[in-house]
């Protein structure tokens, strides 16, 4: 298995008392897979991105990217957040060379950056500065300067969340097109169930308090997905209703909960 995630849990503390986040979590992923973490806010579906970056532990579990332990950030998981956090003061070519400096030459740089640029279809933008960009297309920027890097798998925190429902979709459609070429391993979050369904080989539903795995589906579809709209909606409705009962559950926990206390 190329990523796995096995037992994984955290809980964080607040007003002086633990309250998990993540329960018992067990992931596998196949190399090039698309796989979406979908869930209501609060299921830990970040906090579970952030633990495969490295950027935060778990309390327990262990976690595995082609047979190596995760337990700190390294180059081959790429990062795509929410905002694209670009450097003002670089153009656009420059931001997505900066990370590439110390790993290959100049020229070897100025290629890389020039094909990704292609790959995001913003090639006639590489002497821009991010000011002069839509959010959308700064958004482009961020996947290009990721994939550059060449990571092993790609991980994307809600990376369309803040942007208008035209520009979402058509980025949608960018991410689908980038990854039937390069085929590349990625691990998206998304409070979007079209989005997910949209665009991946398996969603991962999530339901909260705590955040655990209620269902992987996976979506036999082809691709291109647009094609697929009655097939979609099936998969939508369905991983609707899974959500709106977890909800439901969780609801009347708390109302129990209130009643004996």
């Not at 790609?154 to 039937?180: K, N, Y």
Request: contains cysteine; hydrophobic residues 40%.
């Amino acid at each position: 298995m190329f990523l796995s995630i096995e037992n994984v849990e955290k809980s964080f503390g607040k007003d002086g008392r633990r309250e998990q986040v993540l329960r018992d979590i067990n992931l596998q992923m196949e190399e090039g897979e698309f796989v979406s973490l979908l869930g209501p806010s609060g299921c830990g579906k970040s906090t579970l991105l952030s633990i495969v970056a490295g950027l935060a532990r778990p309390d327990s579990g262990r976690l595995q990217l082609g047979g190596q332990t995760i337990d700190r950030p390294g180059k081959e998981r790429g990062m795509v957040f929410q905002e694209a956090a670009l450097f003002p003061w670089l153009n656009v070519e420059e931001n997505v060379r900066f990370p590439l400096k110390g790993a290959m030459s100049k020229e070897q740089m100025q290629e890389t950056a020039r094909r990704h640029l292609r790959l995001v279809q913003l090639s006639q933008y590489g002497n821009h500065h991010p000011h002069e960009l839509s959010g959308g297309m700064q958004q482009r920027v961020s996947i290009a300067r990721a994939l550059a890097m060449d990571p092993a798998v790609l991980l994307m925190d809600e990376p369309f969340g803040a942007l208008d429902e035209q520009t979402r979709m058509r980025l949608q459609d960018v991410l689908e097109e980038i990854w039937i070429e390069t085929k590349k391993t990625i691990l998206f979050v998304t409070h979007s169930i079209q989005e997910a369904v949209r665009l991946s080989d398996r969603v991962v539903v999530m339901g909260t308090h705590p955040g655990r795995i209620i269902e992987e589906i996976p979506v036999a579809l082809g691709r291109p997905r647009a094609q697929h709209g009655k097939e979609m909606a099936e998969y939508e409705a369905h991983i609707l209703r899974l959500l709106k009962t977890d909800r439901d559950n969780v609801e009347e926990e708390e109302q129990r909960h209130a009643v004996v206390h």
